[in-house]
């Protein structure tokens, strides 16, 4: 896909709607140099939605004008297109679409001199056309049409038309790794077509409102249709609420370690209780298994590891279990592994958060560390088999819930009713 082709292509004139459409989409196939052109002529009619007679003698043409170099021809085997590269000397000497005067154009034989009082078939006189084999006419507009009048806004308003290949790409592709779905197959000259006949508002609003359609689709198990029907539809009027409600679900808030809303986010989710963790019935046999193992190796590590266990050496090489070893085993699990968020935000591996979580910096306070509350919270967690926070560095404060360990009911009520009213606000945006 070169989309420099494609914008040098939509600016210049090439005689016909049709011409330009076949021209730009073969620019989508092509690289920068011009080159890499193989689709079939079915597929080129689909996509352009031009019959394929009409696609092959435009291929024939631009090849006979120099403007496609044949580099295979194709049809040996079934569904094998001709190979074509860009001729981009020949590409770079077309002529501009603002430059061409109404007349003859050598290109396509078309008459477009207006019709005269002396002669009623336009300034050439000539009763069969300029070229003695066509006499079509095209004749100037009273008014200016709603498309022009729609263009000249569109240039006042500062929307280059020779930027709309570039916004049409990013509309297929995305701008967060969301690319349209089937745009890799589909025609982006046709969605092109379609992305002009907007008005510069009108496209704007599509741009603005792409996601927010994709993710209305997505919400309501339906398949999108495809962007050049998005555009041809305006499907982008009817998601204006959508987009409100996910630009708020998109903001994000950053969340500094050991401050108010990562005391809050941190405590709601002790407060849900562990996750289930596995003490293994055999349990004792593996701490055998491994003391034994690192008694091959060391045996001051080796009673190290029994010791930080609470276990003891009896007579005779046995190893001694103190009463409740597996029900102090699980606490100690649920401990190390049972609270996976929180060991997250211990480890400052978060990234940012909902920006409903701000709420929650209103039901926290600054605890100095080493105060007599700062030991209250220590001790509430080790009551509690909660792991505590870690170690503060130079901070001199760290953030807990207000109120101390008795609050912490009133805490959890508040900060769960206020994160909801958030989302409900999402919601009915």
Request: net charge negative; charged share 30%; hydrophobic share 40%.
């Amino acid at each position: 896909m070169s989309i420099a082709i494609m914008s040098q292509l939509f600016k210049a004139h090439l005689g016909s709607t049709g011409r330009k459409m076949l021209a730009v989409r073969l620019a989508d196939f092509a690289d920068d140099d011009g080159k890499g052109i193989w689709p079939t002529v079915g597929r080129l009619a689909r996509e352009t939605e031009l019959s394929e007679r009409t696609v092959q003698r435009t291929l024939a043409e631009f090849v006979d004008e120099g403007l496609l170099i044949v580099v295979k021809k194709g049809g040996s085997r079934p569904g094998e297109g001709t190979r074509y590269d860009f001729n981009m000397a020949v590409l770079a000497r077309l002529p501009s679409s603002k430059s061409v005067a109404d007349g003859c154009h050598a290109v396509t034989h078309d008459t477009v001199s207006p019709v005269t009082p002396a002669t009623a078939t336009g300034d050439t006189d000539d009763g069969y056309g300029c070229h003695g084999d066509t006499q079509t006419v095209i004749e100037p507009p009273v008014e200016p049409s709603e498309r022009e009048g729609a263009r000249e806004a569109d240039l006042k308003d500062g929307d280059d038309p020779s930027k709309f290949v570039r916004r049409v790409k990013v509309l297929e592709m995305g701008t967060a790794n969301n690319p349209w779905p089937g745009a890799i197959a589909s025609s982006t000259a046709w969605a092109l077509q379609q992305f002009e006949k907007l008005t510069a508002e009108e496209r704007r609003m599509a741009e603005e409102r792409r996601d927010a359609y994709l993710a209305e689709c997505k919400a309501q198990k339906v398949k999108p249709v495809a962007l050049g029907v998005y555009l041809r539809d305006k499907k982008f009027i009817d998601v204006a609420p959508v987009a409100t409600k996910a630009a708020a679900a998109s903001a994000k808030i950053s969340v500094p370690a050991f401050g108010p809303v990562w005391a809050g986010i941190r405590a709601l989710a002790l407060l849900a209780g562990p996750e289930h963790v596995d003490v293994p019935l055999d349990v004792q046999d593996r701490i055998r298994q491994s003391f034994e193992a690192l008694r091959r190796g060391s045996e001051a590590r080796a009673m190290a590891y029994l010791a930080g266990k609470g276990i003891s050496l009896g007579d005779g090489g046995a190893l001694v279990f103190p009463d409740g070893f597996q029900g102090a085993e699980r606490s100690r699990r649920e401990l190390e592994e049972g609270y996976p968020a929180v060991n997250r935000l211990h480890r400052f591996e978060h990234g940012p958060e909902d920006a409903r979580y701000q709420a929650l910096a209103d039901f926290c306070e600054a605890v100095p560390v080493g105060s007599d509350m700062f030991d209250r919270w220590r001790d509430h967690h080790a009551r509690m088999n909660w792991p505590f926070v870690p170690h503060t560095g130079s901070m001199k404060v760290v953030w807990f819930p207000k109120g101390g360990p008795e609050g912490l009911a009133q805490f959890e009520i508040a900060a769960r009713s206020a994160i909801a009213e958030d989302r409900s606000h999402d919601d009915a945006a």
